[in-house]
């Protein structure tokens, strides 16, 4: 089986059996979306009385949850520390004649596609439903800011990939809850120092530097996707896989 038709066969695979946790995760991100909309536009509005709690809850939304639109919710992933169905999965393909690189291609570009669609959903959920967002950010601008926040999402979609298909899924599970630790804690260390990433993020934008940031953004993601990929299939080499 050639690199293509491997990529196609696992591409197909993964489509069929997890088209209603595509489902799902977009529900889940329209939810989020509706809810956060009203933080958006109070926090921009300057209210007094907000919390500045708010702040970061909102920038560690951005930073856990973006990136996990491009992880289905689906029951494999959720039973993943008992029944380690991802591990098994990826031994079963590993019995096949499928190069192990068109394993991790194909599972990137399911997170690839997944946080474009997802994430411009839950961007537009956002913008349409706080009115002082859009008086004050124009449609280019929120869209360069959604970019932004994709590149970023690919980047660290990548690790995740590397944590799910290179180790069990009892490690997967802690790597996970590890990163919306470490991300909570940037959100709180950010806020005690008045440093609020979405706002600063929009604020490059606001300044004109919209594309720049983007094409910083990129390159990030670029070499994140670069490293992760042949780490990961380094790793699925050398791992093993009896259960």
């Not at 958006?40 to 702040?55: H, I, N």
């Not at 996970?176 to 909570?184: H, L, R, S």
């Not at 959100?187 to 940031?213: C, D, M, P």
Request: charged share 15%; proline share 3%.
């Amino acid at each position: 089986m050639t690199e293509r038709q491997a990529v196609k066969y696992i591409g197909a695979y993964l489509w069929r059996r997890e088209r209603f946790a595509m489902l799902l995760t977009l529900l889940f991100a329209c939810y989020l979306g509706t809810m956060s909309s009203f933080t958006v536009d109070s926090l921009l509005r300057g209210e007094e009385g907000v919390p500045r709690a708010l702040y970061g809850v909102l920038d560690w939304m951005y930073l856990t949850m973006f990136p996990t639109f491009g992880l289905m919710m689906n029951k494999s992933a959720w039973g993943m520390w008992r029944d380690d169905t991802y591990s098994k999965r990826l031994a079963l393909w590993r019995a096949m004649p499928i190069p192990v690189a068109s394993i991790v291609k194909a599972r990137l570009l399911q997170s690839f596609v997944g946080i474009p669609i997802i994430g411009t959903v839950f961007m537009l959920l956002q913008y349409s439903l706080a009115p002082f967002l859009r008086e004050t950010v124009s449609p280019v601008q929120w869209a360069e800011n959604g970019l932004v926040w994709i590149c970023y999402s690919f980047a660290a979609v990548s690790f995740y990939v590397w944590a799910e298909l290179g180790f069990s899924g009892k490690i997967y599970c802690l790597f996970y809850f590890g990163y919306i630790a470490v991300t909570a804690i940037l959100s709180v260390v950010f806020t005690l120092n008045g440093i609020y990433l979405f706002q600063e993020v929009l604020g490059v934008i606001e300044r004109g530097y919209g594309g720049a940031l983007i094409a910083g953004m990129t390159l990030v993601a670029a070499i994140a996707i670069w490293v992760a990929h042949r780490t990961t299939v380094n790793r699925i080499r050398t791992r093993s896989l009896t259960f």
